[in-house]
């Protein structure tokens, strides 16, 4: 009677967990990179050379001149901005969000957006501007 080696059960590779991670990994970079651009044609205000520009990796949301609120070219309101961001921040947790307010746009409206980021637990909210000629 021969017995039987329990090393050959035991030796083939699953490839199927790493396939589902990465089809996750790729839904995930498919829908938030279209978000990582403004697409929108704002006047940025001038500030200082030692000014912040924005960070090329962080989702840019927008304030357009008339107050309204845009994630991408998409306009969204401010609490679907906000629900988007939490959903978002379960797969990133250190989400670095940059808003760019139009020179013309209400200090209000940008400040009310920013606010309404950092209540819902936001750490990294910028504002972003452009550097002067």
């Given at each position: 009677?021969?017995?039987?080696?329990?090393?050959?059960?035991?030796?083939?590779?699953?490839?199927?967990?790493?396939?589902?991670?990465?089809?996750?990994?790729?839904?995930?970079?498919?829908?938030?990179?279209?978000?990582?651009?403004?697409?929108?044609?704002?006047?940025?205000?001038?500030?200082?050379?030692?000014?912040?520009?924005?960070?090329?990796?962080?989702i840019q949301l927008s304030v357009d001149?008339?107050?309204?609120?845009?994630?991408?070219?998409?306009?969204?309101?401010?609490?679907?901005?906000?629900?988007?961001?939490?959903?978002?921040?379960?797969?990133?947790?250190?989400?670095?969000?940059?808003?760019?307010?139009?020179?013309?746009?209400?200090?209000?409206?940008?400040?009310?957006?920013?606010?309404?980021?950092?209540?819902?637990?936001?750490?990294?909210?910028?504002?972003?501007?452009?550097?002067?000629?």
């Amino acid at each position: 009677m021969a017995r039987r080696n329990s090393l050959d059960n035991s030796a083939t590779l699953t490839l199927t967990p790493m396939i589902d991670v990465m089809t996750v990994l790729l839904a995930v970079f498919v829908v938030t990179t279209p978000m990582m651009t403004s697409g929108l044609d704002l006047d940025l205000p001038k500030a200082g050379h030692g000014s912040v520009s924005g960070d090329d990796h962080a989702i840019q949301l927008s304030v357009d001149n008339r107050g309204r609120y845009y994630m991408g070219k998409a306009e969204m309101t401010k609490s679907a901005i906000v629900k988007k961001m939490l959903a978002m921040k379960t797969e990133n947790e250190k989400l670095t969000i940059m808003i760019n307010g139009d020179q013309a746009a209400s200090y209000g409206q940008v400040i009310e957006l920013m606010g309404a980021l950092k209540d819902a637990g936001f750490a990294r909210v910028g504002l972003r501007t452009r550097i002067p000629d």
